[in-house]
């Protein structure tokens, strides 16, 4: 197999500034701006709207309220809950109103100001815990049950029982939500939107206009970044511009301000979670009952998936014989929560992270000689909660190679010997694993489209339904392409994402975007080969290869050859033109899906992910024990992506996941005051991660010579799983801190551990 | 002054460009330079991640002429109001690029694979064209100063600082602005040759911007009710975030008498005019508590605007530097049409957000006592995110000991009250005693009755209590060495 190194395909237009994002377009003269009117209450009925006066300002064009709406008042993508204009009743602060079309964003504020809203005010519920209490599930609980946990933790030597939280997170992309709707002809819409699901764009905003899908064309050139927070949440602003463009005739550009885009859009799960865990003398883990409890927001959203894939990550790496997950999701009225990167999968994953670290602690064993005690086996142990045997299993390859290329034991050692020397600097190291399930776990999810066009003078254009928001895939698309029609790099181009091209896509999400595009984009070129190798035979034939052989034809390096006779070449170009001549389609679609996936929510049963991905990281931090302040010194990772489709990419991938996760895990905190105003709206107070937090020692590998049977090019997906080798930062953290009381105590913690909860859990346990 | 100018001039790329605000069509007098440029002069290529100065996306480059070189510094175009830029040349990401081929800093950023979904790229490509026009290589540690001011969510920033690391190397080789440097800087000059007071009145807005002092104290008796600026890098908020009319603004920025460092026998007076990445540089071996204090102020590109002056003026109640100046017992000059004084900074700030100063006063400097020999000045600051955050608090300890006892201690908190504040009592518990832990452990007590801070959305009052005795504490220990 050769590689072919690709650098990001729009590299060169990102550094001279050329790239276009939606912000930066300009399609007419007449173009408005559009801006949203949200409400100020976390919860009420909307009893006055006055826009009257707002309406006849210079420069507004219009200003519509939820009766306006011509189709469905709808946006929300599974569940239809969530309104796209409030009306009457308003479920969370930064709910869209009003939308306003003017000429300028400076005349849009002016109209903003002379609006009146009143609303009735209604109790609001604003934290998870009144959630639970409340009994505010917004869908029955679910369930994943395997052996008897409950019996089996009676039994147990030892248990534990205990509540972790974790924290909320923003996604903080660059570029904030941004669309641009132009109305064509009739009813006709185009837009132009930062969505990671175009296919979903068009069918809400053909909902909410009343028109069907084949008016609406959605294009998407690129996103300024994603992560989940533009899944479903991107086709909100998409529709306000389309209702906006529809009532003017003119298009219509909405563009967030970072403050509103924080206040409005959802985030992060954050999860309460509460566990039983039994175990032995010698680490081995018997039984584990959790409760995953998530605040879903106003509205369900993706919610329900998110609490799936929670419940399918709640044992991570380990096998536990006897397991018992129960997922709950509560309606708040705070924004609706939504994709971030990992799904869920983070918020199940912590909670027996942080239990293993308790539990090393208590039997004063090495937390890593623990988890590796635990985890899934070749032979036995090899069954998941859900039923599904572990095949191909990497962790313990993966444990090996870490643990001694990052020296992990002689530096536990050396820590050691720096905290006895040092009283108020104290250092803390961790290892841990990711084991993260690929594919959408809605079975059907997992198909994918793509369109390859070749020119007749040898140039390929490729569209498929995945999006490029940074992640590298169209620059590993065009590597796949390449490789397929053994052409070189240069002379593939990826279109920009449209539904006129692909239609009917999943989103670019669950890390899948290469997997499933590069197997339709494989396919579909594989139907052009089969065009194509009558025509090369007969060129062959006729240039003097009076032997060369439909089955002995190779495509390489932009030329057609007979295996036998490789003195005998045809060029791609000659051949395509021919092809042409001879009146053969140079156009095919390509299609793929994921075989044998299935997962039944009654029964929590089933082969819910085609593969898994693996990684481990290991991270050593220093504690200021005065401030609470932390230092990243060291962190080696050890990432398994099958056989790298891209290793520059993949890198990238994994170092970017890393630091998002290290932030969520450390100093991204959001806040809300009492009244469910996000009070962290800005980066100003909400801080995610700098140059400066980045590990002042960053070794990052890929795991070498495992190739992944049955993907594109043998390789793995890459986007989410290094995402929670953060972890390895966070109970690094938590082992500095147990160094304050010599590993004897267990510490109070959370996630975020920020250096003020650090300081506050050492005090405590000074004094304890 | 004879005729009044409303017009502005400055090299945009290479291109002499001139605004004249008296114009209907001209874009108004505070329009930032983020705007001006995707909305007037359609430069795309800068963006606006947050408005606010945090993420760097608006990162542009400017470059002033100054004693026959060209002085190059990064800014945040979104906190840059357009009179700002008169004289300098303003450059941008799109003009990097020269006959066809990319410039080093960016072929190297595209080498290293440090961009992702590109939305912050340009930003980071400005901030690392600024490192590569530093006078000398940068170290690792500066590099990072150059560049936490610019936010990127893709890519773990690993790859983008392999890439500056690289630039820092190519520092001082020459490019298409070395080689064009003379004619900018006599076209610079040219533009600065003229020193009226540029004066700006339209339909909604004044915008005054003086080149002399004198000038300055003028205006300030002529419009007591024009919001002082120097960097913008506070005030530019109302209007970016709040969508507030500033309607009269006096920018000090060009005023270059103010823009000073001079060093007596006992004092150093500080221009209030400089800029802090300056004073960052310049402060190191003569005022390193300062100094390092400014390591851990904002971003480069913050700094590289934001003024000592406006830090005090602000009278923020976290402020920084304000603790520190308060410790030292810094004087604030301030001057007048008719008047000078110096008010000692302790008695300056007159609530939250209150100063002393009078409406026709501008502050012009701040005179420090230059520390004694046996004086130990120490500064720490506490915040969520140890770069490019707001303190959540921060305190500032000056102690000079005698014989081992304490003779003379300033202990001053920010962020503990709505304004900084000494922390008298545990001065007095201190005062006389014997320097050891002992004592000052059980001095820590004293900051329960002294402070009772808030709850915000920065930190719980429990946390700032507890790292204000524990800072006293990491002083104590920083004085004896054994903080390790």
Known sequence: MKTVTIRHNSAESHVTGQSVFVNDMEISSSQLVGRVVYSPLAHGIITQLDYSEALNMPDVAAILSAKDIPGHNQMGPVVKDEPCLAWPETMFIGQAILLIAAETMDAAIRAEKMIRIQIEPLEATLSLHSAIEKELLIAPPAFIRSGDAESAINLAPYTFDGILETGSQEHWYLETQSALAVPGEGKEMMVFASSQNPSETQTIVAEVLGIPKHLV????????????????????????????????????????????????????????????????????????????????????????????????????????????????AYRTNLPPNTAFRGFGGPQGMAVIENAIDRIARFLEMDPAMVRKRNFYGFER???????????????????????????????????????????????????????????????????????????????????????????????????????????????????????????????????????????????????????????????????????????????????????????????????????????????????????????????????????????????????????????????????????????????????????????????????????????????????????????????????????????????????????????????????????????????????????????????????? | MSKTRQNILFLLNNRLTEIDFSKPESPGPTTTVLNYLRTHARLKGVKEGCAEGDCGACTVVTATASENKLVYQTVDSCLLFLPMIHGKQLLTVEHLAHDGRLHPVQQTLIDHHGSQCGYCTPGFVMSLFGIYKEPSALPIEEIKQSLTGNLCRCTGYRSILDAAKTIADFNGKPDQFSVSETNTISQLNKIMADSQPILIETADQVYLKPFLLQDALKLRNLHPDALITSGATDLALRQTKKHEKLTKILDLSAVSSLNYWLEEENTITIGAGIDLETLRKRSRPHLPALSRMLDVFGSKQIRNKATLGGNIASASPIGDTLPLLMACEAGVKVQSADAERVIPINELFKGYRKTDLKADEIITAVIFPKPLAQQLIRAYKISKRDQMDISTLSVAFSLRLVDGLVDKLNIVYGGMAATAQKATSLESALIGKPWNEEHVKQATAGINDAFSPLSDVRASAEFRIQAAKNLLLRFFYDTQNEGQ
């Open chain 1, 217 to 328: 064309d959605v294009e998407v050139k690129r996103l300024g970044g994603a992560f989940g927070g533009k899944e479903t949440q991107a086709n909100h602003v998409a529709a306000w511009a389309s209702l906006l463009a529809q009532a003017t005739g003119k298009p219509v550009k909405m563009h967030l301000f970072r403050d509103d885009d924080q206040l409005m859009t959802g985030k992060r799960h954050r999860f309460l979670s509460k566990y039983r865990i039994g175990f032995d003398k010698t680490g081995l883990i018997l039984a584990y009952i959790v409760e995953l409890n998530s605040d879903a927001g106003a509205t369900t959203d993706l919610s329900l998936a998110i609490l799936e894939r929670a419940m399918l990550h709640a044992e991570n790496a380990y096998f536990i014989p006897n397991i018992s997950i129960t997922g709950k």
């Open chain 1, 381 to 768: 142990n090899r069954v998941t909660p859900y039923g599904k045997e572990i095949t191909n299993n990497r962790l313990h390859v993966i444990f090996e190679r870490l643990t001694e290329s990052s020296e992990y034991f002689q530096r536990r050692v050396e820590i050691q010997g720096f905290n006895n020397k040092h009283k108020y600097q104290k250092r803390g190291i961790a290892l841990t694993p990711v084991k993260f399930g690929i594919s959408f776990t809605t079975a059907f999810l997992n198909q994918a489209g793509a369109l390859v066009h070749i020119f007749n003078d040898g140039s390929v254009q490729v569209n498929h339904g995945g999006t490029e928001m940074g992640q590298g895939l169209h620059s590993k698309m065009i590597g796949v392409t390449a490789d397929a029609l053994g052409i070189s790099p240069d002379r593939v181009r990826v279109t920009p994402t449209s539904t006129s091209k692909v239609p009917n896509t999943s989103a670019t999400a669950a890390s899948s975007g290469s997997d499933l595009n590069g197997m339709a984009i494989k396919h579909a070129a594989e139907t052009l080969k089969h065009r194509l190798i009558p025509i090369a035979v007969q060129l062959l034939v006729s240039m003097g290869c009076k032997e060369a052989k439909a089955e002995n034809l190779i495509f390489e390096r932009n030329l057609i050859f007979d295996k036998n006779f490789p003195d005998f070449s045809i060029r791609f170009e000659q051949m395509a033109e021919t092809a042409w001549k001879n009146q053969i389609s140079l156009s095919s679609t390509g299609f793929y899906k994921t075989p044998n996936l299935l997962f039944d929510r009654k029964t929590g049963k089933g082969n819910p992910f085609y593969y898994y991905a693996y990684g481990m990281a290991v991270s050593e931090v220093e504690l200021d024990v005065l401030t609470g302040a932390y230092t990243l010194l060291r962190t080696d990772i050890l990432h398994d992506v099958g056989d790298s489709l891209n290793e520059d990419i993949d890198i990238g991938q994994i170092e970017g996941a890393f630091i998002q996760g290290v932030g969520w895990c450390t100093r991204e905190e959001i806040k809300w005051n009492e009244k469910g105003f996000l009070l962290t709206h800005s980066p100003d107070t909400y801080k995610i991660p700098t140059i400066n937090d980045i590990p002042v020692d960053f070794r990052v590998s890929l795991l070498r010579d495992f190739p992944n049977e049955g993907t594109i090019r043998k390789s793995k997906a890459v986007g989410e799983p290094p995402f929670m080798l953060a972890f390895s930062v966070w109970l690094a953290i938590k082992d500095a801190i147990s160094a304050v009381r010599q590993h004897r105590v267990e510490p109070a913690f959370t996630l975020p551990a920020t250096p003020e909860f650090v300081l506050l859990s050492m005090e405590a346990l000074k004094n304890e």
